[in-house]
């Protein structure tokens, strides 16, 4: 059994372990615009952690309309992400896929 599914879109894809999890989301879906500021960010767990890094949850919620809830929910996957991912070995991978671009 997969321990990591793509949430994005419905997507559904499971994976083995969380780096090739965001590997996935960061190759193989299209890039968001973030309606806070404007940067152009991977879907998926990269998007979650520009938000949360680099707005208030105050700013989130008024761009996004996003509830506590739906909040809370995606703080709860960038944690769970953050406690499992090695995220070195997910830039080396990416690295590798896409040429260094």
């Not at 996003?66 to 809370?72: F, K, L, Q, T, Y």
Request: overall charge negative.
């Amino acid at each position: 059994m997969s321990d990591w599914e793509c949430g994005i879109d419905g997507c559904g894809e499971a994976f083995d372990d969380v780096e090739e999890a965001i590997v996935h989301q960061t190759t193989d879906h299209k890039r968001r615009e973030c309606k806070v500021c404007g940067s152009v960010v991977p879907d998926g767990y990269f998007a979650i952690r520009h938000a949360f890094d680099e707005h208030s949850r105050a700013e989130y919620v008024r761009a996004y309309g996003a509830s506590a809830a739906e909040v809370r929910q995606r703080e709860r996957v960038r944690d769970a992400i953050e406690d499992d991912a090695d995220l070195q070995q997910v830039v080396n991978r990416l690295d590798e896929v896409t040429g260094g671009l």
